[in-house]
């Protein structure tokens, strides 16, 4: 084993016990397994990732410590449609009940919640990225 000789399994489950990221968890338990004595080639086959993957992950504990290696890297994309301060205020709007907003509905939907952006935010959005936002910030 010659990766993570500075990192302590110790460490890895401190992080774990830390963490409910589920990407973040997957890092930790793969790099756990490693510590433990299986190769890269068994957790590659038993977790579907490739062996190019794991090794980077585990250059990433190795150089930026185990909490900026959990974080993933900023990937360049298509800007948010919505503005931080804008997503705060969906979150706080989530915890309100939609009566509040003059709908007829004690719950949100994936389609009323579609509805309120539109309304409030101008922003359209498909059904397929409101239940992936729903997921995330709930």
Not at 68 to 94: F, Q, S, T, W
């Amino acid at each position: 084993m010659d990766k993570l000789d500075g990192i302590s399994a110790c460490d890895l489950r401190r992080a774990l016990d830390g963490t409910r990221d589920h990407k973040a968890v997957r890092r930790l338990m793969i790099a756990l397994a490693y510590k433990d004595g299986d190769s890269v080639d068994r957790l590659s086959t038993l977790y579907g990732i490739p062996k190019s993957t794991i090794y980077y992950w585990f250059d990433r504990f190795e150089k930026r410590g185990i909490e900026e290696a959990l974080e993933d890297e900023a990937r360049p994309g298509r800007p948010r449609k919505l503005a931080d301060r804008e997503r705060d205020a969906l979150i706080e709007d989530l915890a309100s009940s939609p009566t509040e907003f003059d709908y007829d509905a004690r719950e949100w939907t994936p389609e009323l919640l579609q509805a309120h952006i539109r309304r409030i935010y101008g922003v359209e959005y498909s059904i397929g990225h409101i239940r992936r936002l729903l997921r995330e910030e709930l």
